[in-house]
Each structure stands twice: as C-alpha cells, then as structure tokens.
C-alpha cells in the first residue's frame, strides 16, 4: 500500500477505536486533506471531530494542546512542518514541558503531523528538516516513518502514546507503495516507539537513515554491493528517543559509520549519532565517522542548486568506500 494509505487507514482506525481522537487543521476536511492523508474522514466522523481551520498555526496549535490537557486525544495536521513555527511555543512550552512541570499530573495526549524537509521546487520557506530541532526538546517524542509499515505502526503508537508526538512524514514518500504483511493490516498493529529496524544487514559498514534518506541509502548499499561492500542499513523510525543501543550494536560489528540526513549538519541528528557511538563505541571503529547532511545553506529554488544542497545516493556510495579506505580521504583530494 501508498505511504498515503497507510496514514490514512491508521487515522480512520484510531478514530473508529477512541472516540477521543479528532483531527484539526487546515483543509483536512472539505478538501479531503491538502495530501488527501485525511480522505473520508469528514464524511465518516462528521465536523465535530474532522476541524477545517483557518490559517491560524498558533491558534489551532494552542486549542489542541488545551483539548488534550482535558484528556482528549487531538491530530493536529500542518500543511508543512516549517509552519509549525508559527506555533512552537505550543509545541515546546505548552506540550512538551507540561506533564514535568505538573509533577506528573497532566498528560498532554497529543501528534503533531504533517510533511517535514525538502519536496521539489518549494524554495528555503517550505525544505527545511525539523527532526533535530524538535529532537532536542524533553517531554516529546519525534517519529520520522520510512515505508508503509513505519506511517501506519508508528502513527497509531503515537497516537495512543500518552505525551505529546512530533510526526514527520515526507510529501515525495506520500506515493510510494510499499509490500506490507497481514499483520501489519490488523487494527490492532503498532510499532513500539524508540526501537530502530536493521532494513538491509551487512558487516563493512553501518549507515543510518530516517524518513526519505532511507531510500537512498538502500539504493548506495546495493551498488556497494557489487564493489564488494556490505553496508548494513538502519531505518532509526525513532529520533528521540533514539535507539542508540541498535545503532552501536551495529557500529562494534561493522566497524565504520555513515550517518545520513536531509537537514542541515550543525546540532543535527547525525551529530548525535556520532558522539552517542564516540562515548559507547570509541574503541570499536576502525575509520573516521562519515557525516552526510544537507548543505549548511537555505534551500536554493533553482533545480540544479536545489539538488547540491540536499545528499544523493552518489555522495552515500563515496562516504561509505571512505570508509572502508577504498577511495582517497577527502582532505586528500580537496
């Protein structure tokens, strides 16, 4: 099934489990959802619990927070993540800090959803990633789904998961089918939060992806392959909590690490990874860490630009023979 349907069909079946969870945002109802993530559902629930809003981030971000302060269970769909900043101090101030700062006694059931980092052609307002920033703060949890399986397991977990959720799908993946097993199709189904999945094994070198970058990860690993490479490939799902006990399990029987990301390198996801294996895993590696990130600019809006600032599978391909050393050091050839 689509990534798309898999979205949906775990929106449709949270919301027919749990009379609590409702839906609110901009064009998720009359228009089926500016992705069509929400299709039928409208028509299935009704407007009391399928909430067309005007373009008020901060104002239907802050109602949300306050529904799940009363035990509610909200869905709160941004058209992109970079408009969530409109409504960060919701995110960061009144979600995620209030169950510490109630000593427990608050619990703010809520997800946060909607298409996060580059698409095509969009220009620096509408291509950020925001997996490191939201990964920084304590008191949310960030989900970053791949395939099928991840959107539909990881959504349902979020929405069942008492604090608050930061989901963030890709808008080129929404298209993407992917094979999914029976037990994925059961109602019952949810992926466990802050648990990684090894997508492909392999012994030479460890990369680790989330969201679109697995992909392309997938896509270097299998022509490593025929260069005599085995890479194993990790899908993290989970940037906070992350599973750094996957990830350095891998790193000790691989040796080498690429880590890869869309968004920009500095504070990334992919620093974090680096010094969770320097501290645990040190001894371990037999190369330098490779670090693939977006390019430290804001995305250009002209095609050939756009393409440089954001990694290829080319740029995965030549990391990881660095790291194996079949291929010349880059301060060697720069």
């Not at 992926?191 to 992806?209: H, Q, S």
């Not at 860490?289 to 995965?316: K, S």
Request: with cysteine.
């Amino acid at each position: 099934i689509t990534v798309r349907d898999a979205l949906n069909s775990a929106l449709d079946e949270e919301m027919s489990a749990d009379p609590s969870v409702f839906l609110m945002g901009e064009e998720v109802g009359e228009y089926q959802g500016a992705y069509k993530i929400t299709k039928g559902l409208l028509d299935k629930y009704g407007p009391d619990r399928v909430l067309d809003t005007p373009i008020t981030e901060a104002g239907f971000t802050g109602i949300g927070v306050g529904a799940a302060y009363q035990g509610l269970r909200p869905v709160i769909e941004f058209m992109t993540f970079n408009f969530s900043m409109q409504a960060i101090d919701h995110i960061i101030n009144s979600a995620a800090k209030s169950n510490y700062m109630s000593a427990g006694q608050i619990n703010v059931p809520i997800v946060f959803r909607g298409p996060n980092g580059a698409a095509a052609g969009v220009g620096a307002q509408h291509s950020q990633c925001y997996a490191a920033w939201f990964a920084h703060v304590p008191g949310l949890k960030v989900l970053a789904p791949y395939s099928s399986e991840d959107a539909r397991g990881l959504l349902k977990a979020a929405i069942r998961d008492p604090d608050p959720v930061v989901f963030l799908e890709n808008e080129l993946l929404y298209g993407e089918s992917f094979p999914v097993s029976d037990e994925v199709l059961d109602s019952s189904f949810a992926l466990p939060i802050g648990k990684a999945k090894i997508e492909r094994e392999g012994k030479d070198v460890t990369i680790t992806a989330f969201s679109k970058m697995v992909g392309y990860a997938l896509q270097a690993a299998e022509i490593l392959s025929k260069e005599g490479i085995s890479a194993e490939v990790i899908n993290l799902r989970s940037i906070r909590p992350l599973d750094r006990a996957a990830i350095n399990a891998s790193v000790r029987k691989t040796n080498r690490l690429v880590t890869l990301e869309e968004g920009f390198p500095q504070h990334g996801v992919g620093a974090e990874i680096c010094m969770s294996v320097v501290e645990e895993s040190f001894e371990y590696l037999d190369a330098p860490i490779e670090r693939i990130a977006g390019a430290d600019v804001p995305m250009p809006y002209a095609a050939n630009l756009e393409r440089l600032a954001v990694p290829q599978i080319e740029d995965i391909v030549r990391a990881a023979r660095r790291a194996c050393y079949r291929a010349l050091p880059m301060t060697a050839t720069a």
